[in-house]
């Protein structure tokens, strides 16, 4: 680039230079003929001096008092008399400059001579003596004006070769400060800076630099995002195996071992019935914990179509149903169900999500707790409330709760039993449905589950 400016900075000043100095020649060379001619004038005026004759002799003797300067006398009729450097000369009237004098009193002409062969200045006036009128013409070589144009020559050079080096100079500190502001750019760009000049010429490329690096974070964005996903779901699908085989060990460890017991034969009647209803209880442990895992597995592929659902009636059916375990616990029940209340979804999801925070509602209450489930239209749809005084769930649980297989009883066997599945399951059918489910706790004070639902 400095190259570039030093070569186009060094064209534009050359031609520059040879254009001014092509016009002040012009204009010096004007000047210096004009003075020229005025000097031939004041030449003129010695004639009068002495007694010159008017032919050859008298030209000549005029022209050895001008030290040489070459002198005609020419007559009115353009005749010429006499003349210093050649005589037997041809009439004369038709010169530019003796034309000019015969009209004017005077006049002057610059041109090749014939006589003398080089570029001549002639000045030719009129003057009488004797009563007598005529035209003196005096002549002077001059240089043409690429005479002068050569005389002009070298200085230009010289100042073509200084031009060079200040060229040099000033295109190498001049670019180093042009190219600051680009510098500056480039870095920042580099960096992933948000690129800004103040200089109107640079703002397209800060506007395209801007917009390309927007471009190139957006996409890293969305590949470590995508990363993150492929999350993610390896973990978790190593998770949900590890989780599953460890749900699915538990039944089986014992299925096996009293079935290994009643194969020995070794039971009395008593103890072999034991045995028969332990067996009978783990086995739907584990039919119920594959359909769980089934039905899990298959929100993913539920591509059935949506219908209207009076969940009003639904969430009153399920209390209708789960009446004898709230009976069981001593639970009050406070029901506050608006009528007519539908959304657009299927029976199975909708009593899935009720029912489940339901049930969970009734488990983890308090024997004699109160449990108010609430169903009412709201602004932006209908809002859908399950609150309990039971056991609540610690801070650092509150959302986890919604993981697949996260229990806070660890152990499977404690009193409630369930998989962990159960909120995983709504989380992922809201989720679906575009509801929006939450959760608020106290540490044995109470639960309440809240699902935004739209109608
Ligand atoms: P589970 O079958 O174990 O109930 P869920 O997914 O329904 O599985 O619930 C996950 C865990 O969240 C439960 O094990 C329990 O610890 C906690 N939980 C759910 N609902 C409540 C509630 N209403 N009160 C207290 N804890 C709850």
Known sequence: ????????????????LLIYAMFSTQIFYENSIATQVNVLKAKTELFYEDDYSLDEIGAKAFSKRLDGVRVSIISVSGEVLGDSEK????????????????KNGEGSALRHSATIGVETLYYCRKITLNNQEILLRVSTAAPSVWDSFGDVLPTLVWFLALDFFVCLLFTFLGTGYILQPVQKIAKDAALNLKVDTKYPELKPVVDILNKRNEEVSQKIREL??????VEKAQRSKNDFIANITHEMNTPLTSIRGYSELLASGALDKEHTEQAARILLQQSDRLSKLIACIINYNELDNDTLPSYEVDASKLAKEILETLAPNIL????????????GITVKSRHERVNEVFGNLIRNAIRYNKEGGELKISLKRT???????????????????????????????????????????????????CKRSGWVIGVESTLGQGTTFTVDLKI
Do not use: C, P, Y
Not at 224 to 229: P, V
Not at 328 to 339: A, P, Q, S, Y
Not at 391 to 412: M, W, Y
């Open 1 to 16: 680039m400095r190259k570039k400016i030093l070569w186009i900075s060094q064209l534009i000043i050359a031609v520059v």
């Open 87 to 102: 005589s037997g000369l041809n009439n004369h009237g038709k010169r530019e400059e003796v034309k000019e004098a015969f």
């Open 224 to 229: 470590s995002e995508e990363k993150e996903l």
């Open 379 to 429: 602004e932006k749809g209908a809002k859908f409330t399950v609150a309990d005084t039971g056991i609540g769930i610690a801070e650092e649980n509150l959302e986890r709760v919604f993981d697949r297989f996260f229990t806070v009883d660890k152990s499977h066997n404690g009193v409630h039993g369930g998989f962990g599945l159960g909120l995983a399951t709504v989380k992922k059918i």
């Open 328 to 339: 069981k616990r001593n639970i009050r029940l406070v029901e506050e169900i608006e009528e």
